[in-house]
């Protein structure tokens, strides 16, 4: 698989419940970002890894979000205590060393609904 | 800070006309510009970039985008619409300088329709 792979692809919880998604990039890609894109709006930037070190955060990126990239491989994103306003799509994209001049490889994403 | 617009929410075309989907941004180094397409519940999948050389660039599925310096453009185009390219477009701009994050930030999309 040549793909930058998500799962799950959705997930309902209940407002309160911790979830975690996983991301498993372009396996040459050094860079990964995380992007939350709500319905009508872009993708917005939430946080990216150069291997295992998260270089970069939005300020979107609440006390409750936390991300994780243990061994430069695939990545995990986890939200705590989750509310309403946490429902999105969550994107993961991954690039070369390069930083994106040749395009970063988005996956499907990760839909979650919290009820 | 750096910013896309896409001014139009919708852009309905007929199948077989040349349809334009239209992007300016804002940047402070060098801007690097990406278009991707979105079908209905999946990701991104990218069309075509500018990093630097000809103005015009070609993409996949016979699209092409032309930078524009001056007026910080960079709208997609196609020659012929196929009903096939309904989809929703999103532009995106980062900073290439070497100074800027590596994010990249998004216009908010257009929508186009082919009709048949």
């Known amino acids: 698989d040549t793909g930058v792979s998500q799962n799950p692809r959705h997930k309902i919880t209940k407002r309160g419940q911790n979830v975690t998604f996983r991301c498993d990039p372009i396996s040459e890609h050094n860079r990964l970002y995380w992007y939350r894109q709500t319905l009508g709006q872009g993708p917005e930037f939430l946080t990216y890894f150069q291997n295992e070190a998260q270089l970069e955060k939005s300020r979107l990126l609440s006390d409750r979000f936390s991300a994780e990239r243990p061994k430069g491989s695939f990545s995990t994103l986890e939200i705590q205590r989750t509310e309403q306003g946490d429902s999105a799509m969550y994107l993961c994209?991954?690039?070369?060393?390069?930083?994106?001049?040749?395009?970063?490889?988005f996956g499907s994403g990760t839909r979650l609904t919290v009820v | 800070a750096q910013s896309v617009a896409q001014p139009e929410d919708q852009v309905n075309v007929a199948e077989g006309n040349p349809l334009t989907v239209k992007c300016t941004y804002s940047v402070s180094g060098n801007p690097y510009l990406f278009w991707y397409v979105q079908y209905p519940n999946r990701g991104l999948q990218f069309l075509l970039k500018y990093i630097t050389g000809d103005n015009l660039v070609k993409g996949s599925y016979g699209f092409e985008a032309e930078f524009n310096k001056s007026q910080t453009s960079f709208h997609l185009k196609k020659p012929s619409a196929l009903v096939s390219d309904s989809a929703l477009y999103f532009c995106a701009v980062r900073d290439g300088s070497g100074a800027g994050s590596y994010q990249l930030t998004f216009g908010k999309g257009t929508k186009l329709s082919v009709i048949p």
């Open positions: 994209a991954s690039s070369t060393i390069q930083g994106g001049s040749y395009g970063y490889t």
